[in-house]
């Protein structure tokens, strides 16, 4: 019997873990360092965990080679994953964008149908015991842990990566896979909020609305997005900016935010403007804008514009409107950075992919070795992407080259 170690109790580990068991001649060993497996998946998608994305294509992946997860991802597709948990007794219902859920709504779902499917797999748990070193020895592995030392024929590394620290992200992968010749890549946060000039922003903390979001430097487009956008008091966050953050984090230079925040035309919006003029002539510019945006955001945007807000609309010209209306559609944050690992759900950059192939993900400078999930530098966007990943590379690496 050959017995197969898995390192790291997460979305990525487990599955691989189950997939290694399908097969009678493996003894499979899940070593985990936290008390419990899969901690950060029950904080995914506020709790609901957002488990895949229909649209899961290439091009929502990055890396230095992105390219790199195409096999990975059209050997195990979304499809693929909803029959998995299907199969496994877990129903799930897709949402806007093509997120998909459980119908449970809650992520304590996902993770018992795993836990269960462990067992009935007879996958053997190693919670609390954090494995200190991996070597070669021989034709196979020597993992050491605080309880001693286990030999095993193959060895797949699904540590995760270093964000969320509060909720288990570490760098042990890069640490154990160093003595083995594995190199990573510069490490940034990603799906982190956007730290931004606080003027704006801080007057709206709480305040969520949709918009399209560019990332510029200069005249320059770096990244773009669609989504909600939430405000805080440092900065942005939601799904617009999370989708951002990988580009905020990791390119340089004077970074800028421009939201967009309706989806119509300047001439649409002065048309608008020029109507509650006419009929709320005494109204006070600070509630120009009261309907078409959160009334927060509205009196902001009159603030950015310039207006002055306690004056009456008729003293309002057709300069001071257009400005109002140019707010609506280009309101420009300058970016100062982003949140650090601690508040990151994904880690940018990993384990060079140039050193595993791409249809296997076993090593190709230590053969028998395998390594899935996070820890390898490949990251999504945000809304699904990243646990899609951990599925289909879980998947890929738990057959162990077969």
């Not at 290694?20 to 904080?43: D, F, M, P, T």
Request: with cysteine.
């Amino acid at each position: 019997m050959k017995t197969v170690a898995v390192i790291g109790g997460g979305a990525s580990g487990m599955m691989a873990a189950l997939t290694a068991a399908k097969s009678g001649e493996n003894r499979v060993l899940l070593y985990e360092r936290q008390q419990r497996l899969g901690r950060k998946l029950l904080s995914t998608g506020n709790g609901r965990c957002n488990l895949t994305n229909t649209g899961a294509s290439l091009a929502r992946y990055h890396g230095q080679e992105p390219a790199f997860a195409r096999k990975v991802l059209e050997t195990f597709p979304p499809e693929e994953a909803r029959r998995f948990f299907r199969q496994l007794g877990l129903l799930t219902v897709e949402e806007y964008g093509g997120r998909v859920y459980p119908l449970s709504n809650s992520a304590n779902s996902v993770l018992d149908v795993l836990r269960l499917a462990l067992d009935a797999a007879g996958v053997e748990l190693r919670c609390a015991e954090p494995v200190r070193s991996l070597s070669r020895r021989g034709g196979g592995f020597s993992l050491v842990t605080d309880d001693g030392q286990t030999r095993a024929d193959c060895v797949i590394v699904a540590c995760g990566g270093a964000a969320g620290s509060s909720l288990g992200g570490v760098m042990d992968g890069y640490e154990l896979l160093k003595p083995l010749g594995h190199r990573r890549t510069a490490l940034h946060p990603a799906l982190v909020q956007i730290l931004t000039e606080p003027d704006y922003p801080r007057a709206l903390k709480g305040v969520r609305a949709p918009c399209s979001l560019r990332l510029m430097r200069g005249e320059e487009i770096l990244a773009q997005s669609e989504g909600e956008l939430q405000f805080t008091e440092k900065g942005v966050s939601g799904p617009a900016a999370f989708d951002l953050s990988r580009a905020a984090a990791t390119e340089g230079g004077a970074l800028c935010l421009h939201a967009r925040l309706l989806p119509l035309e300047e001439e649409e919006i002065l048309e608008l403007l020029r109507a509650r003029r006419a009929r709320c002539p005494e109204l006070e510019a600070s509630e120009l804008l009261t309907g078409l945006v959160h009334n927060r955001l509205g009196r902001m945007l009159v603030k950015y514009a310039a207006l002055p807000a306690a004056a009456p609309l008729s003293s309002l010209d057709e300069a001071a409107l257009r400005r109002a209306a140019r707010a609506c559609l280009d309101l420009a944050l300058p970016v100062r950075g982003t949140e650090g690992f601690d508040h990151a759900q994904v880690t940018a950059g990993g384990l060079r992919t140039a050193d595993f192939d791409p249809g296997t993900l076993e090593s190709r400078l230590c053969p028998g070795l395998f390594v899935c999930g996070e820890l390898l530098d490949i990251d999504g966007d945000c809304g699904g992407f990243n646990l899609q990943w951990a599925w289909a590379s879980g998947f890929v690496a738990g057959r162990l080259g077969t």
